[in-house]
């Protein structure tokens, strides 16, 4: 089992930066993709940015596009997800997840593998 645990999370007005962090461990840790997504209250679950451990391909929604940027560090089992210029919408529960294959990178149901979260909050 991949256990993965998100920190970084917190509460910053409109236009401020957060830097999410996402530590794995189990013998499965190193799934082929990485993962946050974001879920608000009453909306469903979406997928933020995506990256490739193999090669650090990186993939964006494009609500976030430009804004945001994910990264890894195999030496810590890390992965990150830097955030800038946060708006309002921003705000929501971001979780970090695991996959070792994928057609879809932005549908929740292909990730078998997810954190508990951490609650981003952007005040206007």
């Known amino acids: 089992q991949v256990q993965l645990v998100e920190s970084g999370g917190g509460s910053v007005q409109a236009g401020g930066s957060l830097r999410l962090s996402c530590t794995g461990s189990g013998a499965t840790w190193r799934r082929s993709f990485m993962g946050w997504f974001r879920q608000a209250p009453g909306k469903e679950r979406e997928g933020v940015a995506t990256i490739a451990r193999t090669d650090g391909r990186a993939f964006y929604a494009d609500a976030v596009k430009g804004r945001v940027t994910i990264s890894q560090d195999d030496a810590k089992n890390t992965v990150y997800l830097q955030m800038n210029s946060l708006n309002p919408e921003d705000s929501a529960m971001y979780y970090c997840?695991?996959?070792?294959?994928?057609?879809?990178?932005?549908?929740?149901?292909?990730?078998?593998?997810w954190g508990q979260g951490t609650q981003v909050t952007v005040s206007s």
């Open positions: 997840a695991a996959a070792s294959t994928l057609t879809t990178w932005k549908l929740a149901a292909q990730w078998p593998s």
